[in-house]
């Protein structure tokens, strides 16, 4: 039962443009949603986060969308720049004591290429 | 240190041994973390230690994986009795408590193969 879902596994972008990143979740009780990105060799790094009752959070070039009636979240990366490219990873949590205890998907590899 | 700091980096061991898996947090975060990265999966939760109550254990795959914290610094990771679906990337992280919810610091990871 997976909970949380990055149906593409896979996302290639030409530097300059929007890279979108697709997420899915399931679980109603899900308050908090993050994005992390990893680099081959090392951990996770946190990247944006949003609270279940905003629907848009921007820092920089990353925004983050989420549509609660849908259970979808997105992350928009403009411009793209090589440097972005690592996997990301979406993740949830119910908040309150849990805040920490994280529900990742799979992951998204992006490739920007120059 | 700056960051987490996990060891060892890479592991390889025979089907049935213990191991330890070692995690040193950033200093004063009160919140520690031990998750795992299967090939091709996202991090699954693991267990969950905040300051002195009791840890959160409901992501341990079986009795077989157990941890320790010390107050709140190192943590030790056990799985005995290995198995090879044991193998994995088990990741450590720390926040502070009253950081942004989820906003974890990872180490760069124990890389555990199991023969």
């Known amino acids: 039962d997976q909970q949380v879902k990055q149906n593409s596994p896979s996302l290639s972008v030409q530097e300059g443009r929007i890279s979108i990143l697709n997420c899915d979740y399931t679980n109603s009780m899900f308050d908090y949603f993050l994005w992390y990105k990893k680099y081959p060799a090392e951990g996770p790094t946190f990247l944006i986060s949003?609270?279940?009752?905003?629907d848009k959070n921007e820092d920089g070039r990353f925004t983050v969308f989420l549509n609660k009636s849908a259970k979808h979240l997105s992350l928009h990366i403009v411009p793209s720049q090589p440097g972005d490219s690592a996997v990301y990873f979406c993740?949830?949590?119910?908040?309150?004591?849990?805040?920490?205890?994280?529900?990742f998907g799979q992951g998204t590899i992006l490739t920007v290429h120059p | 240190g700056a960051g987490v700091s996990q060891s060892p980096s890479n592991k390889v061991t025979e089907k049935g041994k213990d191991v330890e898996l070692r995690c040193d947090p950033i200093s004063g975060h009160t919140a520690l973390y031990w998750y795992r990265q299967r090939l091709g999966q996202g991090l699954e939760f693991l267990i969950y230690?905040?300051?002195?109550?009791?840890?959160?254990k409901s992501g341990l795959p079986s009795d077989r994986f157990s941890a320790e914290r010390t107050g709140e610094s190192v943590s030790t990771l056990t799985i005995q009795r290995t198995q090879q679906e044991d193998s994995a990337v088990y990741l450590c992280?720390?926040?502070?408590?009253?950081?942004?919810?989820?906003?974890?610091?990872f180490g760069e990871g124990s890389r555990l193969t199991v023969l």
């Open positions: 992280a720390s926040s502070l408590v009253k950081a942004g919810a989820g906003e974890l610091f």
């Open positions: 993740a949830a949590s119910e908040g309150g004591t849990s805040y920490g205890k994280l529900t």
């Open positions: 949003i609270s279940s009752i905003k």
């Open positions: 230690f905040q300051g002195n109550s009791a840890p959160d």
